[in-house]
């Protein structure tokens, strides 16, 4: 399955288990620098396995898996977590925030990681929760936002260091329908002022239409579909 453009994720063969379950079965894929790509399944089906291996966080059992044109799985451990830490966002169902870190140390913290001088941390972090529609909230702790204002927390977390890949797994899972509707857009919006791909895992069929190309999984295999 071809990608339209520059490839930047690329699978090749690609093939990973758990115990006797087979999860992926030689899955081939290219994915071009800038899509929006939606990743459809049920639950267990291996849409998040796919994302962490895309992520770097997990190593297929063969095949190969290429970001930029560098395998993966031929990367030593620290590298891999360089290439997490430099190049990749992640945006999680449960939000994953820091609860004794303010907003805006939340937000700042992969730009700490990455050895970002504070001063450029703190207006990048005020900048990003304008952006989301967050402008007063730097200040205030995770567990004083709703479930919406933290996922939109979560997004200026995953985007603050500006990664050229963005992986989202089933980042509206908690929210009402509305809410999820609002934050699925700011995430959309978010990457493409960026440049940054966004691929994302959902069982949700709504997203499809937001998507530049949409992946099913079944029986261990994916496919494209038309959004």
């Not at 399944?41 to 998040?48: F, M």
């Not at 190969?64 to 891999?80: H, K, L, N, Q, T």
């Not at 830490?85 to 169902?93: A, C, D, H, Y």
């Not at 994953?96 to 700490?112: G, M």
Request: charged fraction near 25%.
């Amino acid at each position: 399955m071809n990608a339209t453009g520059e490839s930047q994720v690329q699978l090749n063969d690609v093939c990973k288990r758990y115990g006797d379950q087979v999860v992926l079965d030689r899955t081939s894929l290219a994915i071009g620098r800038g899509q929006f790509v939606v990743i459809i399944g049920r639950s267990g089906s291996g849409k998040s396995t796919l994302l962490r291996l895309i992520g770097a966080l997990e190593s297929p059992d063969s095949g190969e898996v290429c970001f930029a044109g560098c395998d993966i799985g031929r990367m030593s451990e620290r590298e891999r977590a360089g290439l997490r830490r430099q190049t990749l966002g992640f945006v999680f169902q449960f939000f994953n925030l820091i609860p004794t870190l303010t907003v805006a140390e939340n937000i700042q913290l992969p730009l700490a990681l990455n050895e970002l001088p504070r001063a450029e941390a703190a207006r990048r972090s005020t900048a990003l929760l304008r952006e989301l529609d967050l402008p007063n909230c730097g200040h205030r702790f995770p567990e004083e936002l709703s479930g919406g204002e933290q996922q939109r927390v979560a997004i200026a977390r995953a985007v603050a260091h500006e990664p050229a890949l963005v992986l989202a797994d089933e980042p509206t899972g908690n929210l009402d329908l509305e809410t999820a509707g609002r934050v699925l857009e700011l995430l959309q919006t978010t990457c493409r002022r960026r440049g940054a791909t966004l691929v994302m895992a959902t069982h949700g069929q709504e997203v499809a239409g937001r998507a530049d190309r949409v992946l099913t999984i079944r029986d261990a295999r994916v496919e494209e579909r038309a959004p």
